[in-house]
């Protein structure tokens, strides 16, 4: 006969084994994942014994995560900005680093008229369903070049019931016509392709074209300074992620474009990871 265990020491099993803090609540959300709980069931039911079958399926998955697939991909979900988001290897893992991004552009997007907002390079939607979410007069479109990665972009707006955000297949503005915005963001790929973290850690099972971009890392952000001026809105943002080591270079591509008000901010570990500029341009209501 198989002997069952409580929840609690298997958590005190795991955490010895791995001994990081971030390894304990790593288990913490695969048990929940197994049982289908959130984490205050998991809490209370720490007494509670698993049944084999769920353990043996808990051990499976541990398996997995230590051979350094990343949590995410194990348990195909994220937290980011208080939305549940499927992620599939076709999307980078939201980092808590974006939510920087999501703060600038909803302190810049109105909670009661209808702004126009643009995500290029969405990816699980995360950046575009955060804004939609806490935004729901705006209209978000959100591009991405990969089909894959849209289809999981789509479904999350549709789990998480979250109306405004239109989908479309882009490489950037490629696939966008005539439309002008008051607010563009993007977290784009912005490694430098020989960096050594990339052959590290989550960044191995991670879509390489959504990380690296080019001997500097630049060549995508790049693209979509070149190209904003002609999207952007009078008066409207371009916002975008970057290395904690770019921000000057993004800053100085913004004001060669022709962008104002160029500044950059911090995320939550304090490095510069956000670069901002607006198009100059005014609206003229004085047409003769
Ligand atoms: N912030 C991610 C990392 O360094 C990279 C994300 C990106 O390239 N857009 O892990």
Do not use: C
Request: proline residues 4%; charged residues 20%.
């Amino acid at each position: 006969m198989t002997q069952t265990q409580s929840i609690k020491s298997i958590l005190q099993i795991v955490a010895q084994q791995l001994g990081t803090e971030e390894a304990k609540l790593e288990a913490q959300l695969l048990l929940q994942y197994v049982l289908n709980v959130n984490r205050a069931w998991l809490i209370s039911h720490e007494n509670d014994a698993l049944q084999p079958n769920i353990h043996a399926l808990f051990e499976a998955l541990l398996k997995r995560r230590l051979s350094g697939e990343p949590i995410a991909y194990v348990i195909g979900s994220r937290e980011f900005y208080g939305l549940d988001l499927m992620v599939t290897v076709d999307t980078l893992i939201p980092r808590p680093d974006t939510e920087t991004l999501v703060e600038a552009a909803l302190g810049e997007i109105s909670l009661h008229d209808e702004y126009s907002v643009l995500d290029l390079g969405t990816g699980s939607g995360a950046i575009a369903l955060a804004i939609a979410k806490n935004r729901p007069q705006a209209n978000v479109i959100a591009v991405d070049a990969s089909f894959a990665a849209l289809e999981i972009a789509r479904q999350n707006s549709a789990n998480l019931q979250i109306p405004n955000v239109q989908f479309l297949l882009s490489d950037w503005f490629a696939a966008l016509s005539h439309e002008k915005f008051d607010v563009i963001v993007s977290n784009p790929p912005y490694i430098e392709q020989n960096d050594a973290h990339l052959t590290q850690g989550d960044l191995r099972f991670e879509p390489i074209s959504a990380l690296a971009s080019g001997a500097d890392g630049l060549d995508d952000i790049r693209k979509i300074i070149d190209d904003s001026l002609v999207y952007l809105k009078p008066q409207g943002w371009l916002m975008l992620e970057h290395g904690y080591n770019q921000a000057e270079l993004v800053a100085d591509l913004m004001a060669q474009t022709g962008l104002v008000g160029v500044q950059t901010l911090k995320d939550l570990g304090g490095n510069n990871r956000v670069t901002i500029g607006r198009n100059p341009l005014i609206v003229n209501t004085h047409w003769a």
